[in-house]
């Protein structure tokens, strides 16, 4: 089973979405988004931006 994207109305009336690995483990949540297509909009930049996306250690 692949990943999948949640996307749910929060307590505040908020969309978000959750990212779950296969086994079901969250490993990436949304911030709140005012329209549910804002919220798949925001889906729609994970799906296409994450492939390539560039890891970079913050040392504090």
Known sequence: MAGKFE???DKAGEY???LKAANGE???T???Y???SGAKNG???VQKNAPTAEVVE???
């Open 34 to 36: 005012a329209s549910k």
């Open 58 to 60: 913050l040392d504090t």
């Open 16 to 18: 978000r979405f959750r």
């Open 7 to 9: 996307l749910y109305k």
């Open 43 to 45: 889906i729609a930049s």
């Open 26 to 28: 969250t490993i990436a």
């Open 30 to 32: 949304s911030e709140g």
